[in-house]
């Protein structure tokens, strides 16, 4: 068994044990480890590129801040430094022993995926009732501790983000609807909210949460993190389940409703829902097109057939998006 250099020092430095087994786990922006020591599994993680440093530090001060504040099942932080000054940057947490539900939801019953959506709105919902932020804005960690980069409201950070997508489209592939996404996000004219700003997890997907038959055990991948309106994460959450892991359009209607079903038994939802979220459709689309080249695969072939399906579906979301004007 070859141990990674990385992970033997992070060992030696936190639990001086031996190491008796490393599994490298699929870690999207992060090297992740499986870790078996002689009296515990733990999980050890480092920021795979510079750019996701700063969201790596935020990851176990939110991780320790909503195992404080709530009842989510998020995986007890052991040790961690973000700092780089002495070693790579890394983080310890416990070891769930249960898998994610990436591919798993899909090919799950539809009785069990309806209670897992359910399970996981439920679990959304606790998230945006229990941990709230004076303003919207990127969230960051300052000596250990979360604080929020503020901006003047929710449509003034969605607008920030916005330009900052638009700006980063691929040249090659989708620079020609910069100005589609521009005139057609405008928050300040269309977002009519005012919201308490809350946590929003920001990557609610099913590879980002752990279960054990329906039952959900886990909440993982903390680093994409923002304070802000809490229906844009209950929007990424049912495109993440339906639109990402299931291809049938019926199948996607019928289980819709449990998407907000176990959400509203916690939070209730503010008037104009249906409207904000045919612009977050939107708003979606530009951000998948802006990270295009980080999940599109090397394939050109795949990725070519990819951003069709992202232009196609573009169309039909700015279609809906009309219906309101």
Same mark, same amino acid.
């Given at each position: 068994?070859?141990?990674?250099?990385?992970?033997?020092?992070?060992?030696?430095?936190?639990?001086?044990?031996?190491?008796?087994?490393?599994? =490298?786990?699929?870690?999207?922006?992060?090297?992740? +480890?499986?870790?078996?020591?002689?009296?515990?599994?733990? !999980?050890?993680?480092?920021?795979?590129?510079?750019?996701?440093? &700063?969201?790596?530090?935020?990851?176990?001060? /939110?991780? *320790?801040?909503? &195992?404080?504040?709530?009842? #989510?099942?998020?995986?007890?932080? #052991?040790?961690?430094?973000?700092?780089?000054?002495?070693?790579?940057? +890394?983080?310890?947490?416990?070891?769930?022993?249960?898998?994610?539900?990436?591919? =798993?939801?899909?090919?799950?019953? =539809?009785?069990?995926?309806?209670?897992?959506?359910?399970?996981?709105?439920?679990?959304?919902?606790?998230?945006?009732?229990?941990?709230?932020?004076?303003?919207?804005?990127?969230?960051?960690?300052?000596?250990?501790?979360?604080?929020?980069?503020?901006?003047?409201?929710?449509?003034?950070?969605?607008?920030?983000?916005?330009?900052?997508?638009?700006?980063?489209?691929?040249?090659?592939?989708?620079?020609?609807?910069?100005?589609?996404?521009?005139?057609? #996000?405008?928050?300040?004219?269309?977002?009519?909210?005012?919201?308490?700003?809350?946590?929003?997890?920001?990557? +609610?997907?099913?590879?980002?949460?752990?279960?054990?038959?329906?039952?959900? !055990?886990?909440?993982?991948?903390?680093?994409?993190?923002?304070?802000?309106?809490?229906?844009?994460?209950?929007?990424?959450?049912?495109?993440?389940?339906?639109?990402?892991?299931?291809?049938? @359009? &019926?199948?996607?209607?019928?289980? @819709?409703?449990?998407?907000?079903?176990? +959400?509203?038994? *916690? *939070?209730? /939802?503010?008037?104009?829902?249906?409207?904000? *979220?045919?612009?977050?459709?939107?708003?979606?689309?530009?951000?998948?097109?802006?990270?295009?080249?980080?999940?599109?695969?090397?394939?050109?072939?795949?990725?070519?057939?990819?951003?069709?399906?992202?232009?196609?579906?573009?169309?039909?979301?700015?279609?809906?998006? &009309?219906?309101?004007?």
């Amino acid at each position: 068994m070859e141990v990674p250099a990385s992970v033997a020092a992070v060992v030696d430095r936190e639990f001086g044990s031996d190491v008796t087994a490393v599994t =490298r786990l699929s870690g999207g922006c992060k090297d992740t +480890y499986r870790v078996d020591l002689r009296a515990r599994t733990v !999980v050890v993680a480092f920021p795979r590129a510079t750019w996701y440093e &700063r969201a790596f530090a935020l990851e176990p001060a /939110l991780m *320790r801040l909503v &195992r404080t504040e709530t009842s #989510l099942p998020v995986p007890r932080v #052991l040790a961690s430094d973000v700092t780089g000054e002495t070693m790579r940057p +890394y983080h310890v947490t416990e070891y769930v022993d249960a898998p994610d539900l990436h591919g =798993r939801f899909a090919a799950s019953p =539809r009785e069990a995926q309806a209670t897992l959506l359910e399970a996981a709105g439920r679990a959304l919902a606790t998230l945006h009732q229990e941990v709230e932020f004076a303003s919207s804005g990127p969230l960051r960690a300052v000596d250990g501790e979360v604080r929020v980069e503020p901006h003047a409201s929710w449509p003034a950070f969605l607008a920030a983000l916005v330009e900052e997508w638009v700006a980063e489209l691929d040249e090659r592939r989708f620079s020609d609807l910069r100005g589609t996404f521009t005139t057609a #996000l405008t928050p300040d004219a269309f977002l009519d909210v005012d919201p308490n700003p809350v946590c929003l997890h920001f990557d +609610y997907a099913p590879g980002n949460l752990l279960a054990r038959g329906t039952e959900l !055990v886990g909440v993982v991948d903390w680093g994409f993190a923002v304070a802000g309106h809490a229906e844009y994460d209950l929007f990424q959450f049912e495109k993440n389940f339906l639109l990402g892991q299931v291809e049938d @359009r &019926r199948v996607r209607d019928e289980l @819709r409703p449990h998407v907000t079903a176990g +959400y509203r038994e *916690r *939070r209730s /939802l503010e008037a104009g829902w249906e409207r904000r *979220r045919a612009f977050y459709r939107v708003a979606y689309k530009l951000a998948s097109m802006r990270s295009f080249h980080r999940w599109a695969g090397d394939e050109p072939a795949q990725a070519d057939a990819l951003a069709t399906r992202l232009r196609d579906e573009l169309e039909t979301d700015l279609e809906r998006l &009309r219906a309101y004007e």
